[in-house]
DNA sequence: TTGTAAGCGTTATCAT
DNA sequence: ATGATAACGCTTACAA
């Protein structure tokens, strides 16, 4: 039977005490001789010694783990925000997991509490169901992606989506359209109120009045958005054009669009948002909003690592960068 | 200043010692009185007691968490895959992160020195770049996703790849194609083999010589596909046939075909591997082989959780899935 | 059924 | 620069 070694076999070995084995490991070797350090080192390699973090975090209240929980693994958005949250964070020496929830509820909360009993470090996430106060008692530094109501006293990271709605809509409308009709997702959560909002308001401002049946809510993912454009298109008077409230949406739409033999962008516009890479190779591709997404999530790492080590203003921050049109071929003048 | 609540408070407070506690959290209230329980439970309540996973892994030497690692998050087989392997680790109370490593051998070895630093469970993991040696001295239970070379003393969950070729192959040949061009993967590891193999064999069999320019190695993701069908399209003698390794780099070779002009399936035909959703969503939609990727993910975790229990054969064992034809609409009889 | 006490493998404090 | 020693918060024999 072969235990695992410890440091104090490594100290053993090395015949020295397990305080110099610990600091040739943790302080890399800061305040330690040069000699003593190698004879350390060797011992570790002879022993194929492993650093037991758990033990480690035991005693240091620290993982150096960080957890990103978002809704949908699926959707392309979400691994350019994870890159830029993990280039970040790895040059701090912090690993960061991935916690897919696939739009449940109870799944994102399981991952808040394995986050709270292993001590995770930070958590940056988008939620779906779990609400401020649970975010809270969890006690962990957090900050959030996206905008939410709801949530004042946690940092915030997202895009300008109030305003990426105007950039959408003011296209179609220079197009002449008039009957514009906008889908999007339903989530547990809040997510694409702004955008509602924003394609409210728009109407508003333009003179054109709401219509009902022009609004479809519908699963968050491209089954989603094809459903909604194949109900978009059996009214009576379906729209000319069609802004969807993500890229995916927007591609289960087109897909609907070219089952139905509507061609597209002649009779009829599609724009979509986020501009994950797939949008640039449909049939046409896509116009779409571009979100800074890597962007996103470095700064969301800035505002973690600066909650972990406290340091930066107590009260929350929050960051909305600015979003940016690209007109590609699933967009061109009203039809009427 | 407010510690954190240990179940020494808790013990304090409900006025039992803290083992009484433990056997409360851990044993869910085994061989503890009911009175006593509910005591200790009210503590708890009261306190706002958390528990301390990490305190506790250090003394039982177990996390429940289970690594997942896989190349590319952005392949939408993997989340298929992952709801597989998290609905069977789920029921047992393990957590199932994920590692995405982008298609660096480098971060794959982050996250699996990660794994053992923190004595995770158990690994699953679809190797890129890691050495069947260097899995071997992480010391934790490991299972491989896909079939490999060279790992013959580890558990393997895959599909019938080499099957599935001839699957594919053999729908394009029957349609009379005789100019068979193939695009694959590159990443670091030998992934496509057993495809590159099956599709030389066949070939062979149906009497083609092989040629060297319809065999083609691109980055393993839409781009690829996109390029390697470009590069194929301007061959003198392009093939009427391509057979991608996987739906993504298919997707891109569709796209390729579209941007360059040639009508599919008119003039090529084009067939895919995995059968992701987005394979049906395509125009035309995707000719491809149906992979089992959820079963693929329980079965991981059925022998993950039979090596992290020491039970089962002790020698490495080994499922491949069957796969099966799903013909669509980007493949169709030979121009010629 | 409950309590006592000995670890688990580190890091941190204090001497030397 | 190095060593002794006391935590960190929990689980688990063993004893009562």
């Given at each position: 039977v072969k235990r695992r070694p410890t440091i104090i076999d490594v100290a053993r070995d090395a015949g020295v005490s397990k305080s110099t084995v610990s600091r040739v490991i943790s302080n890399n070797?800061?305040?330690?001789?040069d000699e003593t350090r190698l004879q350390v080192e060797r011992a570790i390699e002879k022993l194929g010694y492993a650093h037991n973090a758990v033990a480690s975090s035991l005693r240091t209240d620290r993982t150096n783990i960080i957890l990103l929980a978002?809704?949908?693994?699926?959707?392309?958005f979400w691994p350019d925000v994870a890159r830029g949250v993990q280039d970040v964070m790895d040059r701090e020496g912090y690993a960061v997991v991935f916690a897919n929830n696939d739009w449940q509820g109870q799944r994102e909360r399981m991952f808040l509490w394995m986050a709270r009993r292993n001590r995770f470090d930070g958590i940056v996430i988008n939620p779906i169901a779990v609400s401020e106060a649970e975010l809270r008692t969890t006690a962990i530094p957090a900050v959030l992606i996206g905008s939410r109501e709801g949530y004042a006293n946690f940092d915030m990271v997202g895009s300008q989506s109030y305003q990426a709605t105007r950039l959408a809509l003011d296209h179609l409308a220079q197009l002449g359209h008039r009957r514009i009709g906008f889908i999007y997702g339903q989530g547990?959560?809040?997510?694409g109120y702004s955008r509602l909002n924003g394609y409210l308001d728009f109407l508003q401002e333009i003179g054109l009045s709401k219509r009902d049946e022009y609004i479809v809510q519908m699963p968050f993912d491209r089954a989603g958005g094809f459903q909604g454009m194949q109900q978009l298109l059996s009214l009576p008077q379906p729209p000319t054009a069609v802004f969807a409230a993500n890229d995916i949406l927007a591609m289960g739409a087109l897909q609907a669009a070219h089952q139905a033999g509507v061609p597209v962008p002649q009779e009829l516009s599609i724009i979509g948002m986020d501009d994950i890479f797939a949008a640039s190779t449909t049939t046409p591709p896509l116009t779409t909003v571009i979100k800074p997404k890597y962007q996103i999530g470095q700064h969301a790492a800035y505002f973690l690592l600066d909650r972990i080590h406290k340091r930066g203003p107590a009260e929350p921050r929050r960051k909305f960068l600015a979003c940016q049109l690209q007109v590609r071929g699933s967009t061109g003048p009203s039809p009427a």
């Open positions: 070797g800061a305040g330690v001789r978002i809704p949908d693994i699926t959707n392309p547990v959560s809040r997510l």
